[in-house]
């Protein structure tokens, strides 16, 4: 079993609906990553979060440390937010360790 | 600010010889770690360095090294190259090692034909 698990693998989206991504991990950390990669690799960090929840414009990442989960939401979302979007964590022996990450395909 | 700059973009070479990739951090960021992403196996963890020592290492064989400059930048070398070596290398700098967002650079693609 993956330490990191995120779900779905795939999304499709009409332009302006709310998407949620999910990732739940096995290990205990001290922060969790959310990262953007658009199709030819550029990575962006979204979040880092070790608590609660964080929004930057229509982007919203909430953690549950209890529960060892975490959510990315998307409101209104737009043809641009296609990309894979990936998980990841650092645990407390400080290696970052990434999620598979979901294809998310906005349509308008 | 200038980002992570990392050189070259793209790289393709024989099996059996050897590759140096370079990765030069946000000016005032100590903190360099790299990364190997394929399709099959996802983001993988290289290693990190922190003024000028490796802090963490991952699960590759020694044919990966690396090392970081005392003006943080940093060099990762894969010698003997193998077929599966094929991959892009991302590199990420950030102000230390813990609890600091990254920020990554653009990546070399490397194919080992």
């Known amino acids: 079993k993956n330490e990191v698990e995120q779900s779905p693998q795939n999304l499709t989206a009409q332009e302006g609906e709310f998407i949620t991504i999910n990732c739940s991990y096995s290990v205990g950390i001290s922060a969790l990553h959310w990262l953007q990669q658009h199709p030819g690799g550029g990575i962006v960090s979204l979040f880092m979060?070790?608590?609660g929840k964080k929004k930057h414009g229509r982007l919203i990442a909430t953690i549950n440390i209890q529960e060892k989960h975490s959510s990315l939401h998307i409101t209104a979302s737009h043809p641009r937010d296609s990309a894979v979007y990936i998980c990841a964590v650092r645990p407390n022996t400080d290696k970052l360790i990434f999620g598979t990450g979901t294809r998310l395909q906005v349509f308008p | 600010k200038a980002g992570v700059t990392q050189t070259p973009r793209y790289l393709i070479k024989t099996r059996g010889q050897q590759v140096t990739l370079s990765c030069s951090p946000i000016?005032?960021?100590?903190?360099v770690s790299w990364y190997q992403q394929t399709p099959g196996q996802g983001l993988q963890f290289l290693f990190e360095y922190f003024s000028e020592t490796q802090r963490n290492k991952g699960n590759f064989p020694g044919r990966f090294s690396g090392r970081q400059f005392s003006n943080s930048r940093s060099e990762m070398n894969v010698s003997t190259l193998e077929l599966g070596d094929s991959a892009l290398y991302l590199c990420?700098?950030?102000?230390?090692?813990?609890?600091?967002?990254?920020?990554f650079g653009s990546g070399t693609r490397l194919t080992v034909v």
């Open positions: 990420a700098s950030s102000l230390s090692t813990s609890n600091y967002g990254y920020t």
């Open positions: 000016s005032g960021h100590r903190s």
């Open positions: 979060l070790s608590s």
